[in-house]
Nanobody
Framework: QVQLVESGGGLVQPGGSLRLSCAAS????????MSWVRQAPGKGLEWVSA????????SYSDSVKGRFTISRDNAKLTLYLQMNSLKPEDTAVYYC?????????????????WGQGTQVTVSS
């Protein structure tokens, strides 16, 4: 069974930092691109970032570019999202998702498995 389990969320002040993790199992993690997607209160899903299977190519939404860094440790079967300079508008449930391809994109239909999400709240 494919499993994706997010962790690392919590409450942080504006300007602070947080690192999210996504532990993967049940598939060949190193063969697939991965993404982070978020859902703010009362809003729809927003693609945040993607990393290819090898971890050497990344992409970001304009809203997080320069502040967030996606990475992966294929040996540890773990995806990460380092979030710096956090803003209140970053408040959301953050999900990790598995792509069907080795190179991911912002198209939601390429992601066949999703985690349960972890809550990030940015507030003073």
């Amino acid at each position: 069974q494919v499993q994706l389990v997010e962790s690392g969320g919590g409450l942080v002040q504006p300007g602070g930092s947080l690192r999210l993790s996504c532990a993967a199992s049940g598939f060949n993690f190193s063969s697939y691109a991965m993404s982070w997607v978020r859902q703010a209160p009362g809003k729809g899903l927003e693609w945040v970032s993607a990393v290819n299977s090898g971890g050497d190519s990344t992409s970001y939404s304009d809203s997080v570019k320069g502040r967030f860094t996606i990475s992966r440790d294929n040996a540890k079967l773990t995806l990460y999202l380092q979030m710096n300079s956090l803003k209140p508008e970053d408040t959301a449930v953050y999900y990790c998702a598995k792509s069907v391809y080795s190179s991911g994109s912002y198209y939601f239909d390429e992601y066949d498995y999703w985690g349960q999400g972890t809550q990030v709240t940015v507030s003073s």
